[in-house]
């Protein structure tokens, strides 16, 4: 069972809570997509930006040398997006399928996508993120380990998705193997209720 298939979409009556640093369990997220390897001039996308979480963070990350393009599908989520985050010349925006982004090809620095590949076919996403890298273009992933790992919300369930549409690192590595992105560096957070990846793509 390697192959990763998708159960649901995030739904947007809910966006407003991935702005939530408590309820994301992130408290600086700046800090965190540093260590994560986004820096000054970088070209980075963030695929399934959502409201902006990191999005916000990334521009600071890149500076005004650097370049974002945030990407969303759903309207509802980018109009909240549009009232988060100010329009500025190193910013662009696009409603588009994280699966088909219509981005320039082999262009960018970085692809990350945060809490957002156990939503969609891994092999598909992998696919378009590999041609819109530029060479030797980093993917970094962020997930949701095994919510047993996870502190409980309220006392109830664990933070973070079902245990069926959480992307465990072992099938998300297979899957980037395939791909032919090889792993660089990884981490854990919060004694592995998250993980992280960069993988780097292999010279065309």
Request: net charge negative; aromatic share 6%.
């Amino acid at each position: 069972m390697h192959h990763h298939h998708p159960g649901h979409r995030f739904d947007p009556a809910k966006a407003a809570r991935l702005l939530d640093r408590q309820w994301r369990l992130i408290e600086d997220p700046l800090e965190l997509v540093r260590a994560m390897g986004i820096g000054t001039g970088m070209r980075v996308v963030d695929l399934g930006c959502g409201p902006g979480f990191f999005t916000r963070a990334i521009l600071d990350a890149v500076g005004a040398s650097g370049h974002v393009a945030a990407v969303e599908m759903q309207g509802e989520i980018l109009d909240l997006f549009r009232r988060q985050i100010a329009p500025r010349p190193n910013l662009e925006v696009h409603r588009a399928d994280l699966c088909a982004t219509g981005l320039a090809r082999g262009q960018w620095d970085v692809a990350f996508l945060a809490f957002t590949l156990h939503e969609v076919e891994v092999a598909t996403a992998l696919e378009e993120i590999n041609a819109i890298l530029a060479d030797a273009g980093r993917l970094i992933v962020l997930e949701w380990g095994p919510g047993s790992l996870c502190p409980s919300r309220d006392g109830g369930e664990p933070a973070g998705p079902p245990a069926d549409h959480r992307l465990a690192q072992e099938v998300l590595e297979h899957s980037l193997a395939e791909a032919g992105l090889v792993r660089e560096a990884d981490g854990q957070r919060l004694g592995g209720c998250h993980y992280w990846i960069r993988a780097v793509r292999a010279i065309r």
